[in-house]
């Protein structure tokens, strides 16, 4: 089963063992134990590939962008901007332009919440859901609490899918400047429904925000077919490096954007009157940018594109159907959500254990999995449940590993039985 | 499968993390305190009754959280009652270098009997990210203790 060899895009091979043993990490042993890492939604294990990139760059190709006239600035700001034109094709974005590198999808966010939120008028309000992860609610109470703009929040059904119904309530008064929710939900797994969303906020006279943080992992996301008018993600779930961070937003949105960091690299000139910002998207990179980071992203959008989305997808797809039978066989367990479109992420309460005893026992074998509210707060709070344990997939988890996860279980309730 | 993890789980803990004693609210509390370690979400309230000489006379807690976190707070509550604030506060200290380090060099003094009913949690020092959940009682109790009207946490 591991070594499961499927027929993916365009015929290419979808090899299981041969993606595993590009990961270098998988082969470590815990206490012992061969590790089950089923927590690539918090962050992703990294392939040679890409940490070959990065070392490779630091040893020979190594220095600051955008600032020298000698080979290796140059050589480096090809590098850099080469990693720019990969993400916008990654994303089926117009034009490279669109492409903005930021530290990681919390601060593509406040970007936008501090950038784009200034252009929102007092009275105007922006739309979130219950089920964001914090970094796409906590900058919107920021400006809510800065600007006066007003903070409306969408409700979650039982289900665990965004409450359309409530979304057109809540977007009935054409007060609306921005909608900003998740496009997968990291403790749900629901995948919302970004084009329906965009048409009804669209309709509304408001923009759409998607965060892409775990579902650019999943599929492939396209621009076009999106129709939002802001996508972030982040370079460490999509087996990248920490440190790098994207924000796509629509040119003529971007161009109408002020800065948000001030610094070296955003400026067209500075006199000691005052400044001009650069043209987007250095407007909107203030300082040294992630040099060898975006260099890494680079390498793990490669690594991707080389596998095929498509194929990851369908891969991700099946671990997701194998572990719905299998956890729907298990006593006790309650799992949060179950939403018709759903990516690789389980949350998950045991009947008689608390989940950070659940995750200790796990941890015994070799199966690490993230324990607490998953930096979504609220929406624990609207499921009623203090805290779950989360199981996420990756393109490198095998049916094998859900198995196993689901015999731990079975035995981790008769432990505290 | 988890058979060594009896150490950390021993049936004393479990039992009173299923049960937890002293699991009440005092009506009539000189002293009250939260504790909240919102990473894993383990939440306490804390009540005490002091006695006129200032002992703690009546201690009791509620709360949600972890097999660990409950057993702390209902093993903490049996000991401390009947102690000075002084000897509770020591007893918190004693506990977390336990906690801790899983050794305890200052178990052999005068709370030795008191120490002696906490060994059982010494092993969460195998488990650091778990270290916080056995310690959360005792910060919650220096907080009321404090009264300073301050929400405890062990994080």
Known sequence: MDAAAVTGERGRVFDLARIRADFPILSQKIRGKDLVFLDSGASAQKPRQVIEAMVRLQETGYANVHRGAYFLSESATAAYEAARGAVAKFLKAGTEREIVFASSSTAAINLVAHSYGSLLKPGQAVVVSEMEHHANLVPWFMLRDRAGIELRICRVTDAGELDLDDLEAKLADGKVGLVAVTHMSNVLGTVTPAAQIARMAHEAGAKLLLDGSQAAVHRAVDMQALDCDFYVFTGHKLYGPTGIGVLWGRLELLEKMPPFLGGGDMIAEVTLEGFLPAPVPARFEAGTPPITEAIGLHAAIDYVEAIGM???????????????????????????????????????????????????????????????????????????????????????????????????????????? | MFDDLRDLYQEVILDHGRKPRNFRRLEDADRHGRGDNPMCGDRMELWVKLDPEGRLDDVAFQGKGCAISMASA??????????????????????????????????????????????????VSEFPSRVKCATLAWHTLNTALDNAGKEASSE
Do not use: W
């Not at chain 1, 990851?312 to 956890?327: G, N, Q, T, Y």
């Not at chain 1, 949060?336 to 998950?348: K, M, P």
């Not at chain 2, 604030?85 to 506990?95: D, P």
């Open chain 1, 310 to 417: 498509a194929a990851i997808e369908a891969h991700e797809r099946r671990l997701v159907d194998h572990a719905m039978a299998r956890f729907s066989t298990l006593d006790g367990i309650t799992l949060l959500g179950h939403a018709q479109d759903r990516g690789g992420v389980f949350a998950f309460a045991l009947d008689n254990a608390h989940a950070h005893d659940l995750a200790t026992l796990l941890d015994r074998v070799g199966i690490a999995v993230r324990s607490g509210r998953h930096c979504a707060e609220p929406l624990h709070a609207r499921f009623g449940v203090e805290s779950t344990c989360r199981a996420s997939f990756g393109l490198y988890t095998t049916e094998a590993e859900v198995d196993f996860l689901a015999e731990a279980l079975g035995k981790a309730r008769e432990f505290f039985r």
């Open chain 2, 74 to 123: 209902s093993l903490m509550t049996e000991t401390v009652r009947g102690k000075s604030q002084a000897e509770a506060r020591q007893l918190g200290e004693t506990f977390r270098a336990l906690a801790m380090t899983g050794t305890c060099p200052d178990c052999g003094g005068a709370l030795e009997e008191e120490m002696e009913r906490l060994q059982v949690l010494g092993g």
